[in-house]
């Protein structure tokens, strides 16, 4: 049986102030520095996973990061195995390595959660910051508009 | 025309640091800082800036700081820059001067003029983590004494009291003066602590009527949101006469902040202005209060105590006294350094009393009627910490009421602009946009941590007196000593001078 | 009367004291000699300091227990003839003599002190709508307060206070206290942490029938006196067990509250108790402590008081001061240290320890409780 995580991060948009802290932190987070004046002045600085999508004129704000589907059809679409769900915790993984930049993901994904890196190579994709524990974008938001949730805890 | 008016602030920022991650840039409502794609650079318009620090506070490299404008004009002692700037924007505008908040001014804040006393020797002091220590407070009014029956049963009808588990509440502000976040966190806040919030004039929202229970609604001279149902769903019920901001004068919220939740909470047209008349053009006298307090009362049956709000000004005993005599179960006062959402600058730095004499004047005078003990006394208006309100409550108060510091605890910096509606920290404005910023999740917590800090300091300094339930303290001036004030303020206060023994 | 090297003197300024306490009922009336008291009070000398120290007694004067026995301290013949004056104006005075003193070497410049036993004249009562008793209490409030030099310090019908500057031994021997008979006696002797002894500021404090002494410093005093103020007690002398007299007479004489709701106003139960009781009682228990919160004792006290059915003792609500009581057949007894409660009866039936806010409460048995 396959494990599939129940985590989720989800936004509160009644409360996402729009002042996309939750991408600068997601930047840091995979840039490989510490240094958040680093990182930006890196010139490979990595894209954010989350997006902060906005509407402008009524300005509805929240951010948005993959869902981490049960049935993802990203790992379906996938031409080269580069997406594939992780092991050990569940999760779905985007092996940068692996990827060849074809977007079929980005085309399939229904919530628009894979976005283009900076390069065009690869997709960048939310891995709720599998190796830090807490993902940055819920510890950063200052308005705490973002949640790590356990499906269960939603009933 | 050109204005003569230079910015009051100059915001710096650390090139080094800044990554151009525009989070200042969307955050100021005043549109201070800009980004400019050209030279990938943000500038700032320093003649926008408020100084609310949103930007700093958010800035996630901590690249901007803001300071006074150092720019000085000849020194003179009459004609301070202030003096001068408002001049320049009276010429500019021919309009009265608006600000927001409370008097700002250099009169003596007799708060810090007052020391407590502590137990030594003779009297040990209570140690509050180890021994009981009782906060509970009861408003409303009391009868003069009990009467039992044979058997030792009660018969004596006690009129309905606000029960706090602390004696701190959260005065008037109305939906529409602040966010509809900002009133629920203060809602929230009270369920917690088991204190009250205060709608101010601005009716009940539908969001908020699961905090009713803890809610008192007022009811001020533009009656807006007031029926039945809203006189019946709070605790209680204040009459609103007068602001310490603003005594004198009635309120006005602009048409274009009236929106659809505003109209249907205050029952006004949406984009009309809500005007609140100067008084309550039913109460032209003290038997006219009279009159509208025992018209509440019917109203909800007797169930729930009415209260008036009044400004300290000149003659606030004898008004308090007549207030008492007119049937009101408290009387709130309110110093003339009481915030507000908005009032003309004069008004607000120059007309009323400090609370802390109109206190002491308010609670001797009803003892010399043999009154102070029927009806219950708050004031509020420049309560800062847990020591004003030992203070306010040892000069006779029964409980206080505040607001800037509950505001300073959601996140306001007081940067006076309330009037604009352009609250950067999402409390006194309605643009949707601005109004989430303020989660009222992270609100009610920050209020409620508030009130809790301030009660554990105020058993802790009660404990030092020796007391373990506050209504020991309540008007046991002999707990407090004055520190540079002459003899006629000592009188007023009722106090001895620091040095004096008991 | 007055040391003029002494600088402050109760009614100055406020002097907060130390004590021991010790007081004694019989509850089927039967008479004792002053003897005992005086006797048991020795033990306790550690609590005094010599600078004040008195007695009450009740039942001490059968043949005039309709009048008013009024104890008079003054400080020359002017302030004597000031009060009788007045005394005579107002009062029908059927006797007025010395009270007998015997000398004693450790007494020192005692003042003039003198006994009258009055009633007041029906015309006042009639004229005005006041109760016999708020006339005498008027009374005592007037010359304390405005006669320069001269002090009511024993106002009550049957009821004698004997007080002065020394130590209890001394006073009772001064005041021939042996000779006297009664069957509730109260004493105490006093350690103020000031210099000045006065012999109005020493323990029992009088009024009417109630006597009172006191052992603590209560923190809430400013809150009480300002309480009793509004009620016209003028509080004068500025001590604990003024304030504390005026309260009780208040709340059991003029209030009509009956004397278990008496004492809960003065140590209530803490919420967290009254949250427990039964819905009758809780709210019974939250109106007495809202409606009389500016009653309540706070901070270290034990008080026994003395009234003309009984007696009764009480601790602050967290017990910071010493209270233990003792029995044996129809003695009840109160004291600050048991050796005190041994002294007058080596062999008890029971004694115990009242809790902090829990009070002994012991009546004459046919007169019955007061209500």
Known sequence: MELKTKKRIYPK????????????????????????????????????????????GYYITFALQCRHCDDPLCIKACITGAMHRDENTGYIICDEERCVGCWSCILVCPYGAI????????????????????????????????????????? | MKTLYESDFIVIRDEIRCIRCKVCVRQCANEVHQYDEEDDRVIAENSRCVGCHRCVTLCPTKAITIIRNPLDFRENYQWTARAIKDIYKQAETGGILLTGMGNDKEYPIYWDRL??????????????????????????????????????????????????????????????????????????????????????EGGLHKKLYPYKERAIVQCASGRFGVDVEYLNAGSAIEIKIGQGAKPGIGGHLPGEKVGEEVSQTRMIPIGTDAISPAPHHDIYSIEDLRQLIYALKEAVNYKKPVGVKIAAVHNVSAIASGIARAGADYIAIDGFRGGTGAAPTRIRDNVGIPVELALASVDT???EEGLRNQISLIVGGSIRNSADVIKAIALGADAVYIATSALVALGCHLCQNCHTGKCNWGIATQDPNLVKRLNPDIGAKRASNLLKAWSHEIKEMLGGMGINALESLRGNRLMLRGVGLNEKELEILGIKHAGEGI | MRDINIKYLEGEVRIPSACGLLGYINRKGELTSGYHIVDAMSVMRERGNGLGAGFACYGLYPDREDYYAFHLFFEDINAKEETSYLLYRYLDVVQEEKIPTRKVRTIKDPPIIWRYFVKPKEEYLEDEDITEEDFIVRLVMKINSEIKGAYVFSSGKNVGVFKGVGYPEDI????????????????????????????GGAHPFSLLDWTVVHNGEISSYGTNVRYAEMFGYKCTLMTDTEVITYIIDLLLRRHRLPLDIAIKALAPPLYSV???????????MKAIRAIYQSCLLNGPFAIIVGFKDGIFALNDRIKLRPLVAGEKGDFVYVASEESAIRALSPEL???????????????????????
Request: hydrophobic share 35%; net charge negative; aromatic share 8%.
């Open chain 2, 365 to 367: 005078r009803l003892r």
């Open chain 1, 115 to 155: 976005r283009r890196s900076e390069d065009g190579k690869a997709v960048s994709k939310c891995d709720l910051c599998i190796e830090k524990g807490n993902p940055v974008c819920v510890e950063n938001c200052p308005n705490e508009a973002l949640e790590l949730k356990e499906l269960e805890d939603l009933a």
């Open chain 3, 172 to 199: 009772g021997e001064f005041y021939r206290l042996e000779e006297y008979y009664g069957y509730t006696w109260i004493a105490h002797s006093r350690f103020p942490t000031n210099t000045p002894g006065w012999w």
């Open chain 1, 13 to 56: 948009e009644d409360v996402c102030i729009g002042c996309h802290l939750c991408e600068i932190y997601c930047i840091l987070a995979h840039s490989g520095t510490r240094d958040l004046i680093k990182a930006f002045k890196k010139l490979d600085k990595p894209s954010p996973r989350v997006l902060v999508e906005e509407k402008d």
């Open chain 3, 274 to 284: 009254i949250d427990r009781l039964d819905e009758e009682e809780r709210i019974k």
């Open chain 2, 115 to 200: 020391l407590i006393n502590a137990s030594q020797v003779t009297n040990p002091s209570i140690d509050p983590l180890r021994e009981p220590m009782e906060l509970k407070t009861f408003i409303g009014r009391k009868p003069e004494k009990l009467e039992f029956d044979n058997y030792g049963r009660l018969i004596t009808e006690i009129p309905p009291q606000l029960e706090l588990e602390v004696p701190i509440m959260f005065s008037a502000m109305s939906f529409g003066s602040i966010s509809i976040n900002a009133c629920e966190s203060l809602a929230r806040a009270s369920v917690e602590v088991g204190t009250f919030w205060n709608t101010g």
């Open chain 3, 349 to 371: 039936d029971r004694v115990w320890m009242p809790r902090g806010g829990e009070a002994v409460v012991s009546t004459l048995e046919e007169r019955g409780v007061l209500v």
